[in-house]
């Protein structure tokens, strides 16, 4: 039972453009969730996170959007740099959970 | 510079051979964790630990052990009961368990089958 999911394997973005992740969860009971970034043989980088009190979140060039009647939260990265090129991966939790859950990711190609 | 240090990088195991895994933190938290990545697949949970000399069971704890015997470490054995370990293992810890605070990861360790 995939309780996060990323329907988008792959995402490829000119540089300087708007580049729009997408996440879609299933448990109505989380309530934190965050994005992180990962390079090819290393571990995942926090990025960004946001509760569910909020529906949106900034950090410079990364914005996260929740919209909780649609489960659904996107990570908008602007502009977009070649740097940006890595997995994203978000996930969840729940108050008293102990873990959280991840979705498969999707690889971001920000070509010149 | 505080971080969390996994080792080796890689590491090969033959059939019936029990491995481990390194990971040790010094971002004095309380809570660590160990996931297993496949390709194509998002982070499962191993086990996690919520303070020393204690651990509980992820979602895919069999064939694989734990210990905590410090707070700054947290060793993962695979053993040869784990009939699929060729993957990439990558080890978190966070300030505490149940509270909405990021978990921070090294850079994992990947492991292959002889």
């Known amino acids: 039972d995939q309780q996060v999911k990323q329907n988008s394997p792959s995402l490829s973005v000119q540089e300087g453009r708007i580049s729009i992740l997408n996440c879609d969860y299933t448990?109505?009971?989380?309530?934190?969730f965050l994005w992180y970034k990962k390079y090819p043989a290393e571990g995942p980088t926090f990025l960004i996170s946001i509760s569910s009190i909020k529906d949106k979140n900034e950090d410079g060039r990364f914005t996260v959007f929740l919209n909780k009647s649609a489960k659904h939260l996107s990570l908008h990265i602007v502009p977009s740099q070649p740097g940006d090129s890595a997995v994203y991966f978000c996930?969840?939790?729940?108050?008293?959970?102990?873990?959280?859950?991840f979705g498969q990711g999707t690889r971001l190609t920000i070509n010149p | 510079d505080g971080g969390i240090t996994q080792s080796p990088k890689y590491l090969f195991r033959k059939e019936g051979q029990n491995v481990t895994l390194s990971c040790e933190q010094n971002?004095?938290?309380?809570?660590m964790y160990w996931y297993r990545q496949d390709p194509g697949q998002g982070l499962r949970l191993i086990y996690y630990s919520q303070i020393v000399n204690d651990f509980q069971k992820g979602d895919i704890a069999e064939g694989y052990s734990v210990s905590r015997e410090k707070k700054e470490s947290f060793p993962l054995t695979v053993t040869s009961a784990q009939k699929n370990p060729t993957a990439f293992y990558l080890c978190?810890?966070?300030?505490?368990?149940?509270?909405?605070?990021?978990?921070?990861f090294g850079d994992g360790t990947r492991l292959s089958i002889l």
């Open positions: 996930a969840a939790s729940a108050e008293g959970a102990q873990k959280l859950v």
């Open positions: 978190a810890s966070s300030i505490r368990v149940y509270s909405n605070q990021p978990q921070h």
């Open positions: 971002l004095n938290h309380d809570a």
């Open positions: 448990n109505s009971m989380f309530d934190y």
